[in-house]
């Protein structure tokens, strides 16, 4: 298990904190890089520190790269809380891994932009189940040395000029992207003869794949070494890429996605009165501004504005967001009365492996 000590209880008696909450002291989290930095790989980058500082609650987390990961990892481990995406929240949910969040006990919850609080992740019924942690959008990204002209959709990842030079994200939710590129209307909501389509033209398309990322770092050593020259980037991505001088541009063309981590409180929560003072805390204005000018996205409050440049990531643009299609988990219920004949995220999982392997 990869755990991270976010800070000595002796360290955090020293600066006067208060008491961690009666039997706890302790916090067990589950989160993709950049949503609970410690200041591990750049002592810069610690929103985690302060909040054991003030709280007492010693901070430990298990980084994940995938969400296939995140899901085995919740499964198999005792944590309070975890940050996940649209594309397997409601499989959160609906195996009974989360619990209902009482938003009365977080104040800067009601500073959270509305449109964030009413995405599907973070809703079960009446029920809040998610916090939102912020939002960014996947980018299509090319090296403008090589790609010429300027590409202007996402069909360019088609283009059999750039055959073995094409960076994809390895997640099952790609699926959504072929959807949509082969004009289904409802590209989270499959039946199964769609979904087979899909398959096959993901399938197809991974001949021309020059190469899969989750990580970081492997996609930063491709761009910059010439071997990619376009595909799909986080702003993060883009933006360690320009600093390193490498030059690539940017843009959301039509079609494009939307992604949003949400904070949940896990079912067999150990340390359920720390979860709460984490979820209170990761959107008040300051850690959640640290969040969002590392990872290069919207913020989840007007609050952060205070301590980043709000409008070049569109913090409050919802005309903007309104373009994306932000990640949704696929489920076997289809909409439009259609009963249970879609394809849900198992069967995504499933056939993303195959096409991966």
């Known amino acids: 298990m990869v755990a991270v000590a976010a800070l000595a209880a002796s360290a955090a008696a020293g600066n006067g904190s208060p008491p961690a909450p009666q039997g706890e002291g302790r916090l067990d989290l589950v989160a993709f890089p950049g949503y609970a930095e410690a200041g591990g790989d750049d002592p810069r980058v610690n929103w985690v520190t302060p909040f054991v500082q003030q709280t007492g609650c010693k901070v430990r987390v298990r980084t994940v790269r995938s969400s296939t990961e995140l899901l085995e990892v919740v499964a198999n481990g005792r944590y309070d809380g975890v940050a996940a995406f649209g594309d397997v929240a409601q499989v959160l949910v609906g195996g009974h891994e989360v619990e209902p969040i009482d938003v009365a006990r977080l104040p800067h919850y009601t500073s959270v932009y509305p449109a964030l609080k009413r995405l599907p992740q973070n809703r079960d019924g009446g029920r809040v189940v998610g916090i939102p942690h912020g939002r960014g959008p996947e980018l299509l990204l090319w090296r403008t040395d090589v ?211």
């Open 147 to 357: 790609v010429r002209p300027s590409p202007r959709s996402w069909r360019a990842l088609y283009d059999h000029r750039y055959a073995g030079r094409i960076g994809l994200h390895d997640e099952a939710i790609e699926l959504a992207m072929t959807a949509e590129r082969l004009g289904l209307p409802r590209s989270y909501e499959l039946d199964r003869s769609e979904f087979l389509r899909v398959v096959r033209a993901a399938a197809a398309q991974s001949a021309d794949a020059g190469f899969y990322w989750q990580d970081l770092t492997n996609a930063l050593a491709a761009y910059t070494g010439g071997n990619g020259v376009i595909g799909q980037a986080s702003p993060r991505l883009a933006a360690l890429l320009r600093a390193d001088d490498v030059p690539v541009a940017t843009s959301t063309p039509p079609g494009s996605a939307g992604r949003s981590a949400s904070w949940m409180v896990l079912a067999k929560a150990r340390h359920p009165q720390c979860m709460y003072r984490w979820l209170d805390y990761i959107v008040s204005p300051k850690p959640n501004a640290a969040s969002a000018r590392y990872l290069h996205e919207a913020p989840a409050t007007p609050g952060a504005c205070a301590d980043m440049d709000c409008a070049s990531v569109h913090a409050s643009d919802e005309r903007y967001w309104s373009r994306l299609s932000f990640w949704q988990t696929p489920q076997r219920a289809c909409g439009e009365g259609r009963g249970d004949a879609c394809a849900d995220w198992f069967d995504w999982s499933d056939a993303w492996a195959r096409i991966r392997g």
